[in-house]
Nanobody, 124 residues
Framework: QVQLVESGGGLVQAGGSLRLSCAAS????????MGWFRQAPGKEREFVAA????????HYANSVKGRFTISRDNAKNTVYLQMNSLKQADTAVYYC?????????????????WGQGTQVTVSS
């Protein structure tokens, strides 16, 4: 009964910014961690960032470190992904997901609920 709804995607010029949101419902999310993944055409779904609900500890893929920031609003059960200095390589469908447990993991199998994704397209 978990529901995750991503929003905030769109078309942006290289060097620009977008903020993605993930509204979660259906369970006590404060007991778990949340992550963002992305999938470009013809490629595997890859880890982007994750955060714990309890302490706010975050972890990032090397490809986005220093450019993206993950955050959460526990009261709203919402996770955000602030994306700055966007590159064409960031073009993908972005998914949010809830981890199986309250620790940060970077593998797809470490998450048990997924949103439907939001498209991010970065133009040159």
């Amino acid at each position: 009964q978990v529901q995750l709804v991503e929003s905030g995607g769109g078309l942006v010029q290289a060097g620009g910014s977008l903020r993605l949101s993930c509204a979660a419902s259906g369970r006590t999310f404060s007991k778990y961690a949340m992550g963002w993944f992305r999938q470009a055409p013809g490629k595997e779904r890859e880890f982007v960032a994750a955060i714990t609900w309890t302490t706010g500890y975050s972890h990032y893929a090397n490809s986005v470190k220093g450019r993206f920031t993950i955050s959460r609003d526990n009261a709203k059960n919402t996770v955000y992904l602030q994306m700055n200095s966007l590159k064409q390589a960031d073009t993908a469908v972005y998914y949010c997901a809830t981890a199986r447990y309250g620790v940060v993991t970077t593998t797809v199998n470490g998450y048990d609920a997924w949103g439907q994704g939001t498209q991010v397209t970065v133009s040159s």
